[in-house]
């Protein structure tokens, strides 16, 4: 069973920066797809951001620009710097680690954008 563990989140202002980082017991992360999603309170979980095994991102285009995935091999982690945040990115977020038939998920952590 491969654990995610989620930190970085919190309380920020709009316009302000947040990195979020996702540390998997996985010893084998490199071979994993990684991803970050995010659900607010009566909405259904979306995409954030995806990375492939072989470093490949995607974004939706609500967070193109502003959110950059990425990847650290060597620390089995996987990291979502957010910048320019709007109180619409107000949500749980989640890391979720992916290598078929497999898919784990993180407790997630918060988000709140508010000034």
């Known amino acids: 069973q491969v654990q995610l563990v989620e930190s970085g989140g919190g309380l920020v202002q709009p316009g302000g920066s947040l990195r979020l980082s996702c540390v998997t017991s996985?010893?084998?992360?490199?071979?994993?797809?990684m991803g970050w999603y995010r659900q607010s309170p009566g909405k259904e979980r979306e995409l954030v951001a995806t990375i492939t095994s072989l470093g490949i991102a995607n974004y939706p285009d609500s967070v193109k620009g502003r959110f950059t995935i990425s990847r650290d091999n060597a620390k089995n982690t996987v990291y979502l710097q957010m910048n320019n945040l709007k109180p619409e990115d107000t949500a749980r977020y989640y890391c979720n680690a992916r290598r078929y038939p497999n898919i784990y998920w993180g407790q997630g952590t918060q988000v709140t954008v508010s000034s």
């Open positions: 996985n010893s084998d992360f490199s071979a994993y797809a």
